[in-house]
């Protein structure tokens, strides 16, 4: 693996060197099983966030905002490669997230629209 995509252990992991190879492996993947957990959490944080958000937008365009997933894709940018993380890594996880979660809120914001349709009916 080049410099450039060496990644520093997270806190808490078990020490490097402590245990060789399978025993090493399997210290490390309980240390991604944790992480996992921890990314979860605020990824599910994250979704709420958005969840919310999308009840104060009124329409696609909204929904979407090119300008401020240029933004946020930037911000990651920067975050990842102070944090000695391979931005495009970092970048290209966001990018689905989005994506996801832009399809969510579509599906929100046609819900609420149906609703308030059948409302007026």
Known sequence: MSDQHRIAPPAGS????GADGPARIAELRVAIDALDQRIIALLAERT??????????????TVRSPDRV????GRVHDLATRHGMP???AVGTYR???DELTR???DLLAARRATASLAEE
Not at 14 to 17: F, L, N, T
Not at 48 to 60: G, I, N, P, S, Y
């Open 14 to 17: 078990p020490p490097v060197g």
């Open 48 to 61: 709420r966030v958005v969840q919310e958000l999308t009840a104060h937008k009124t329409d696609e365009a």
């Open 70 to 73: 240029r933004q946020v894709l």
């Open 87 to 89: 931005p495009e890594v």
């Open 96 to 98: 689905a997230l989005i």
């Open 104 to 106: 969510m809120q579509l």
